[in-house]
């Protein structure tokens, strides 16, 4: 079954400091795409970032790159000069083409709460 | 921008009662989607439509309908409510382009006593 697996329920940093948030995946089909949202306490999801199984260069937006390792199915976000606003929940989800119907629903993991300390 | 807008913010519903969540975006997106959001378990899928009148069960169907009359609007509908069902309801639309994720609403948090 296709999986998102988010390790870290909750994590801190220092504000200015760099910061990577771990999602790992399983899935047999060679065609998916992975993101991450943001979710602050207001409660709406704001998408990050996309990172498509057959691009080449590991996407990019703003401070936020994703470290996609193909072999070891991870996709881990990565956030450059921590901000105070960057205090959300962080969710990696995955487009798996087998799962609800021809075109993909997306999956979610369970999130992980990051905080940034002034 | 893509708008996704849930109707209420927050609700507080008596158990047994009959409640609507409604979702309208803004943008002929093909696909809505609606999820319940839990501590600790993420957002798990209820119902998704691809289409006006379509609609296909989620993970957790159970106890929830869905309504697609017009391709804008995409409703939740909690034929009766149970204490259970208290949770954040987030609706979201997509295209049917495969690099296109979703857009969410705010969210409605529903309270059921």
């Known amino acids: 079954a296709q999986k998102i697996t988010q390790t870290q329920p909750g994590m801190f940093v220092q504000e200015k400091e760099a910061v990577t948030l771990d999602c790992t995946y399983d899935?047999?089909?060679?065609?998916?795409?992975l993101f991450w949202y943001k979710q602050p306490s207001s409660g709406e999801m704001i998408f990050l970032i996309y990172?498509?199984?057959?691009?080449?260069q590991n996407a990019t937006e703003g401070r936020y790159s994703l470290n996609f390792q193909k072999a070891r199915k991870s996709a881990n976000l990565v956030i450059s000069a921590s901000q105070l606003g960057d205090s959300a929940m962080y969710f990696c989800?995955?487009?798996?083409?087998?799962?609800?119907?021809?075109?993909?629903?997306?999956?979610f993991g369970k999130g992980t709460k990051l905080s940034v300390k002034p | 921008d893509v708008k996704v807008t849930q109707s209420s913010r927050y609700l507080v519903k008596r158990t047994g009662e009959k409640v609507f969540l409604e979702c309208v975006q803004d943008?002929?997106?093909?696909?809505m989607f609606w999820y319940r959001q839990d501590p600790g378990l993420g957002l798990r899928l209820i119902y998704f439509?691809?289409?006006?009148?379509?609609?296909e069960k989620g993970d957790i169907p159970e106890g929830y309908s869905v309504s697609r009359e017009k391709k804008e609007r995409f409703s939740l509908i909690l034929e009766s409510a149970s204490t259970n069902q208290t949770s954040m309801y987030l609706c979201?639309?997509?295209?049917?382009?495969?690099?296109?994720?979703?857009?969410f609403g705010s969210g409605t948090r529903l309270t059921v006593v």
């Open positions: 899935t047999s089909d060679p065609s998916y795409g």
């Open positions: 979201a639309s997509r295209t049917g382009q495969q690099n296109y994720g979703y857009t």
């Open positions: 439509s691809y289409d006006v009148k379509m609609k």
């Open positions: 943008m002929d997106h093909e696909n």
């Open positions: 990172q498509g199984s057959y691009d080449q």
């Open positions: 989800a995955m487009r798996d083409l087998n799962y609800g119907g021809s075109q993909g629903n997306l999956i």
